[in-house]
Every structure is written in structure tokens, then in C-alpha cells.
């Protein structure tokens, strides 16, 4: 083995964490290598946002042609070619890649991207591929990958994880499946669900606990399930999958539910029960890196590990294990690491939005949440029909739920489900972020008829019956 060859800062990962840091060292005039043992780019562009989000959209076109809202438009047969999606999708993520990561890496002579498995050895070193990197600083970001649930027979059947929507993927989505049973009610499995359903699968949902998407309000659950219901979707709460065996070219998939035992076939077993990270076989524990009892690495506020010199971000160290959370951490760390910055992480106000129809997004604290920290507060849920422009479009399915602290009235979280959350939501958060008050969201005037109104009436709705509003009255 060679002699070690030296930077500022050596990342295990290239994914968006790892760019972020490595980025961050290059403006501030360092050197960073970066290490993949898979493809680069990570989770994100490869097999999780990117083609993720394509295929929804492409649902959702499929859905919204099928099933016109406004009378008077009538739209001839619309045939979907799962083929040509599944290559438009391959081709997009090649793109992105390219655009995004890999010329970024070769545009940079700070930056050098190393391939192979890499491990962190005792003396700080990350050998990778035969290569030694050495770093005054080490930035952990192998980031986490699907859970697999242990399954009794699911060693004898084909199943997918999201790792299925990656090019070239030992189980790769490949052909839009009959039928699909889903292990898991989260956002992954919500959001895969429906658009598989959408394109043409049956899909049945089999969730542990007593709601889909449970870390969000209960309303959520109530709303996106009636959504699923009518489009189809057959949703088993309280259920678990005990065992599944292989029923010729099916998966024969025992569930219980409701105290009794049923059998579903399915052509396609779909996993989507979390995700867990990448810590094992890199080395941490025996270089004094610290994992919690889940596995991820544990990091103080500034995201340094019990290893001086080492620094984790992203989803190998849990939270909120989302790209743009990643990017930021990653940003954070390389300032910690590289000049001191003393930045201390804060998820306050890190908004979470699942790209379902209707789409769910929220920002800061649910009802539950703020009172078992203690927080006395009271909260009112706005139904869409309120929101002229929902009623505008035909797109009344959802609510708003805004929960403010009782005296001081500061809101302290804000749920929306419907049209535009997922870019509606960024203004609460940004309002949230500065302190904002029931009276800041009701001041503040919005275009009309916009789906960001929503926030205004939700705010209202403390002080008056919306009800009996004008169109654009306060």
C-alpha cells in the first residue's frame, strides 16, 4: 500500500452531505476527498428524490387525465408506457448527476472523488480502494439505507426496496407490477403507493401502527387515507406481514389483522418499513467513533463524534434524514471542522412535506408534541373549502392546523395537507423562524386567490368565524 496523501478534509460518502462539505471546503481555499463505494451522488439523485418525485409527477399526470375536475373538459384514453417512463426517469437522474455532482467534482482541483469501500482506521486514516487519505479533519457521511424487516420466507421471494428505483439495481423496478403489498406507512411507502396505483398496480398498504404517516398530526392520517380509499388503495392498519412464501409467480403474503390471519397474493413485495445507516464495516467503533443503539453516530450540537478530529452530518447520524437537512449539516460541519466555526445544529424550523395527493407538509411542533414539552397551547384546523383558491381549482381536499402558544400567542407549528403545501409550508417556517404571531400570519397580505392564503384564514380562524368572511376580508 501506498503513502498516504493528504487534505483538509476527507468525506466517507459523495452524496448531498458530502458535496455540501466538500463545497464548503473549497471556498474556503482546503483541499477535500471524497470517498463512493456505489454510484455518485448518494441516495438523493440516484434512487431516492429525483426519481422518486419523477414518477409521482408522471402518476399524477396519468391521474389527473383520467379523472378531469372541471366540467366540460373530457380528455380520449390516456395509455401509459411504463418503459418509456422508466427510461425518461433513468435518463433525467443521468443528468442531474451529471450536472449536479459529477461535474462539480471534476470542475474543482480542491475536490477529488475516490471509489471504492472506504474504512476509517485507528490511526484517523480512511483507506479506500488501496489508497490512504489522511485528513486534519474526518467528515462521516455514508448517509442510510432501507431497512429490512426480518421476515420469516422473505429470503425465498423477490422484493423491492426504494433502492429499486436505481438504474441497474439487483432488484430493480423494471415492469409496473399487477399488484403490490407494501410493508410499511410512511412516506416512502405512501408516496410509491399511490403512484404505483395510479399507473396501474393494486396496491394494499400494511402499516404496524394505528396510522399512516404517524409522526405527523392525526388529521393527516384521516385525510391522506380517505384519499388512498377512494383511489383504490387498500390500507390495513394494525397489521403486520408474519410471513411470505412463494406462490408460483406470486409472493403469497400472510397478514394479521384485526386478531385473524389473512392470505394477500401479489405479483411484487415492496419493504418500505425506515431506513437504518450505513456504519457497519467502515470502521467507527474501533476508531473510537461512537454509534447510538440504533447504529447512527453519535455527535454533540456541533456534530463532532467522540473521535477528536472526526465529524458526522446527514442521515448516518438520524434526526430529520432529509437531503436538504444533509446539505446543511454538511455545510456546518466542514465550518466546525475546518475553521472553528463553532455552528451548532437547530431543527426548529426544518420544514417535512410527503409528496402524496393531496400533498402533506409541516413545520415546527404538532398539538402532542407541544404538550408534552410543556407548551400550553390551542390550535384550530381550517378545512380547504375555507381557501378561495381551493375552491377555485376544484382542489378543496385537506386542511390547514396551526398550533399557537396560549398567552403569547407565537406559533410554534403549522400542518397543511393540500394543493401547494409542500411550497406553501416555507413561509410558515420562515415566519416561524423569526417568531412570528397568530397577528404577523393574519397582517401579512397575501396575492389573491393563492393557496398560501391558507395561512392567513388558519390564523383568523383564532379570532373570528371564517365562515362568515368576503372573499379576501380579514
Avoid at 429470503?155 to 403490490?180: F, M, N
Avoid at 450505513?278 to 440504533?294: F, S
Avoid at 453519535?298 to 432529509?322: K, S
Amino acid at each position: 500500500m501506498g503513502p498516504s496523501q493528504t487534505f483538509d478534509l476527507v468525506v466517507l460518502g459523495s452524496g448531498s452531505t458530502a458535496f455540501a462539505a466538500a463545497i464548503r471546503a473549497a471556498e474556503l481555499g482546503k483541499t477535500a476527498a471524497m470517498t463512493e463505494s456505489r454510484v455518485l451522488g448518494g441516495t438523493c439523485v440516484n434512487r431516492g428524490c429525483v426519481p422518486s418525485k419523477n414518477l409521482i409527477a408522471a402518476a399524477e399526470a396519468v391521474h389527473a387525465a383520467r379523472h378531469p375536475r372541471f366540467p366540460g373538459v373530457r380528455i380520449p384514453e390516456v395509455e401509459v408506457d411504463f418503459g418509456a417512463l422508466l427510461r425518461q426517469k433513468d435518463a433525467l437522474v443521468e443528468r442531474m448527476r451529471a450536472r449536479k455532482y459529477r461535474s462539480v467534482a471534476e470542475g474543482s482541483r480542491a475536490i477529488r472523488v475516490f471509489e471504492g469501500h472506504a474504512r476509517l482506521l485507528p490511526d484517523g486514516v480512511v483507506e479506500t480502494n488501496g489508497a490512504r487519505l489522511r485528513g486534519a479533519s474526518v467528515l462521516i457521511a455514508t448517509g442510510a439505507r432501507p431497512f429490512v424487516p426480518p421476515i420469516e420466507g422473505l429470503d425465498s421471494v423477490p422484493y423491492w426496496t426504494s433502492d429499486a428505483l436505481s438504474e441497474g439495481a439487483s432488484h430493480e423496478l423494471g415492469a409496473l407490477p399487477r399488484s403490490v403489498v407494501i410493508v410499511g406507512g410512511g412516506y416512502i411507502a405512501c408516496e410509491l403507493g399511490q403512484a404505483l396505483s395510479r399507473l396501474g398496480s393494486r396496491v394494499t398498504v400494511v402499516e404496524r401502527s394505528d396510522r399512516i404517516l404517524s409522526g405527523f398530526e392525526p388529521e393527516v392520517d384521516r385525510t391522506v387515507r380517505a384519499s388512498f380509499e377512494q383511489e383504490g388503495i387498500e390500507v390495513l392498519l394494525g397489521a403486520r406481514v408474519a410471513a411470505v412464501r412463494p406462490a408460483g409467480a406470486s409472493v403469497a403474503v400472510a397478514v394479521e389483522h384485526g386478531g385473524a390471519q389473512r392470505e394477500i397474493r401479489t405479483e411484487r413485495l415492496l419493504l418500505a418499513a425506515g431506513r437504518v445507516p450505513n456504519t457497519e464495516g467502515i470502521g467507527l467503533e474501533r476508531a473510537g467513533v461512537a454509534l447510538d443503539q440504533r447504529g447512527f453516530v453519535r455527535v454533540d450540537d456541533q456534530l463532532r463524534t467522540t473521535r477528536p478530529g472526526v465529524w458526522a452530518a446527514g442521515d448516518v447520524v438520524g434526526g430529520a434524514m432529509a437531503t436538504p437537512v444533509g446539505a446543511h449539516e454538511g455545510v456546518l460541519a466542514a465550518d466546525n471542522a475546518l475553521r472553528s466555526a463553532g455552528r451548532t445544529v437547530d431543527r426548529r424550523f426544518v420544514p417535512r412535506a410527503v409528496f402524496t395527493d393531496p400533498p402533506v407538509a409541516m413545520v415546527g411542533l404538532t398539538d402532542r408534541r407541544a404538550a408534552e414539552l410543556g407548551i400550553s397551547c390551542s390550535c384550530r384546523v381550517v378545512s380547504l373549502d375555507h381557501v378561495p383558491r381551493a375552491a377555485a381549482v376544484y382542489r378543496t381536499a385537506g386542511f390547514v392546523k396551526i398550533v399557537a402558544e396560549k398567552g403569547s400567542d407565537r406559533v410554534v407549528g403549522v400542518t397543511m395537507v393540500g394543493e401547494g403545501a409542500a411550497e406553501v409550508i416555507h413561509e410558515a417556517a420562515m415566519a416561524m423562524r423569526f417568531g412570528a404571531t397568530l397577528d404577523d400570519f393574519i397582517d401579512q397580505v397575501h396575492v389573491y386567490p393563492t393557496m398560501a392564503e391558507a395561512l392567513k384564514i388558519g390564523a383568523l380562524a383564532f379570532r373570528k368565524d371564517i365562515t362568515r368572511l368576503s372573499c379576501c376580508a380579514e
